[in-house]
């Protein structure tokens, strides 16, 4: 059977066509947006997904805790075989937290995560919880809190990426 070839229509162009615009409408002012319920998100400020940042640059994985109150993840080898807590704080007074919050930490060789912004820059700590609950001061009811000017040769170990090679080492491998 022959296939029949289709033609191309033929257009004819009438060149006095007057195209009539249609008249335009004015907009209507923006509706005010709509602000999005954040009423259960935990991560509020950013924080976790900050030190979670921190830590996959720096190859490990980590998984934001959505269970309890206040922002804790748990950091991972890549091969899923280590685990290690950490406890996230952010201040601009100095490193703090509370003693019920650091102490369960001692066991599973937690880490705290401070976020210390002092006006011009943000300054992240990666410290180990038992060395950071020898170095802290007792300050009652209020805490623990490391001075930061005091133990500012200390904490320089602990700093930025350096600080999460150097805590997290044995899940770096």
């Not at 289709?6 to 249609?22: A, C, L, R, W």
């Amino acid at each position: 059977m022959a296939k029949a070839k289709s033609k191309k229509p033929i257009i004819e162009e009438e060149d006095n066509e007057i195209i009539e615009t249609p008249e335009l409408i004015p907009a209507a002012p923006a509706e005010p947006i709509r602000r999005i319920d954040t009423g259960m998100v935990l991560d509020m400020e950013g924080y976790g997904a900050e030190v979670a940042s921190a830590l996959i640059v720096n190859g490990l994985r980590a998984y934001l805790s959505v269970v309890n109150k206040g922002v804790n993840l748990v950091a991972s080898n890549r091969a899923h075989t280590a685990f290690v807590p950490v406890k996230i704080e952010a201040s601009s007074a100095g490193l703090d937290v509370r003693r019920d919050d650091a102490k369960p930490l001692v066991e599973a060789q937690g880490v705290l995560a401070f976020l210390y912004d002092d006006g011009e820059e943000r300054t992240n700590f990666y410290l180990p919880v038992s060395e950071y609950l020898e170095m802290a001061e007792d300050r009652g009811e209020s805490g623990l809190r490391l001075d930061i000017e005091e133990h500012s040769k200390w904490l320089e170990k602990y700093e930025g990426h350096a600080g999460v090679k150097r805590v997290f080492a044995r899940l770096l491998g």
